[in-house]
């Protein structure tokens, strides 16, 4: 609210001055009018500034700085030159003062994102250390869990956010399928929740390499011009990285590093969900979605038992867990049981056969 009182009196300023000034004489409409518009298109700048990090304003002062001496160096080369007329060696050193600044401000800007604030010390220090700085895949934002470690506090430095991958999530979010729709928004969704993290900061990069068409690989050409690592989940980048000798933080294996340790010998309780592919086997899963095959657990599914680990198996796609329900300890489950229930699958009983056999011989009697 204090901000746009500040506004009111900037515009109420600049109508005021123009009043007293009156750069067009007695035409006060036409004086009011281009106030208006000169207090309105400062306005408009100042909010747009006020979205802008640090280091693009600091690039895009020190650039326009550089762009005036430049302009100011060119006009005095451009004065020993003789002009027909002096308005046209005015206009000219007007243009090439206009010219010169806008580039240097729109370079200074662009590549303000390098500006290393901690080498500057003092006020400008923003705490960040180039060797922090993380650049965040397509996929790990889509993921979403990176919002939730960004809230617990364990990412340091900025998170880098390139504009081709804006670009990438734009174009998901925008597919006629509605699955890669819904991702895509997702996507975005988590973007919005990190920036709203304290202490977070997520910087937007312009930065694109037209030479290479891949995403990955613009990720990787960034990530060594930052010195910085990339944040995915994504096997394939994961290795290519490695190869190409950029730091990779994969969610997928700090997930895995996260789940509980289960060792051989341990009683665990799970709940047993579906039959397994093998014979008298149990499926049931862990919070964390860590699979659990228990051996002669089929007729406990539905029902949550204790077990006991016999063998843990780390593979790529995660870890598997494999248990025994032990027999005894169920009435009417013991290893005759078993066995009598095998033959009941295998082979029809003994006292099946004979009933069939009296049921013959008293058909034969009523004929």
């Known amino acids: 609210m204090d901000l746009w009182i500040i506004r009111a009196l900037l515009f109420a300023a600049i109508l005021v001055s123009g009043y007293y000034v009156r750069p067009f004489g007695s035409n006060l409409p036409l004086t009011f009018a281009f106030s208006a518009v000169l207090a309105f298109v400062i306005l408009l700048a100042e909010i747009r500034v006020r979205k802008l990090s640090l280091k693009i304003l600091l690039g895009a002062a020190l650039g326009s700085i550089l762009g005036i001496i430049g302009a100011s160096l060119i006009s005095i080369v451009i004065g020993r030159m003789s002009f027909a007329h002096p308005e046209t060696e005015t206009f000219v050193q007007l243009l090439v003062l206009i010219l010169m600044t806008y580039i240097g401000l729109v370079s200074g800007a662009n590549k303000g994102e390098y500006i290393d604030l901690s080498s500057l010390g003092g006020i400008f220090s923003d705490g960040t250390v180039r060797k922090s700085t993380k650049v965040l895949d397509t996929s790990v934002i ?12 364990f990412l340091e430095g900025a998170l880098v956010v390139p504009h081709f991958v804006l670009r990438e999530l734009q174009q998901i979010a925008d597919s006629a399928d509605s699955a890669k729709r819904n991702r895509g928004r997702r996507g975005l969704d988590v973007l919005e929740k990190i920036k709203s993290v304290p202490g977070v900061t997520v910087q937007i990069v312009e930065k694109d390499y037209p030479d290479v068409k891949e995403v990955d690989l ?33 969610i997928n294996e700090l997930a895995n590093a996260l789940k509980p340790v289960v060792l051989p010998g341990e009683t665990m309780k799970v709940f047993i969900l579906k039959e397994g592919k093998e014979y008298n086997q149990g499926v049931a ?83």
Request: one cysteine or more; proline letters at 2%.
């Open 142 to 153: 889509i993921d979403g869990r990176i919002a939730d470690i960004c809230k617990t506090g």
């Open 218 to 250: 613009k990720l990787i050409e960034l990530a060594k011009e930052l010195v910085a690592k990339i944040v995915t989940n994504d096997f394939n980048l994961n290795k290519v990285s490695q190869l190409r000798g950029v730091e990779v933080l994969n």
């Open 285 to 367: 899963y862990l919070d964390d979605g860590t699979m659990v095959v228990v051996d002669n657990a089929r007729r406990m599914i539905g029902k949550t038992i204790a077990t006991q680990v016999t063998s843990v198996l780390q593979t790529t796609a995660g870890k598997m867990i494999f248990g025994r329900f032990p027999e005894e300890s169920e009435p009417g489950n013991s290893l005759q049981a078993q066995r009598q229930e095998r033959r009941t699958y295998e082979k029809p009983s003994m006292a099946g056969r004979a009933g069939v056999v009296e049921e013959d011989k008293e058909r034969v009697k009523g004929r």
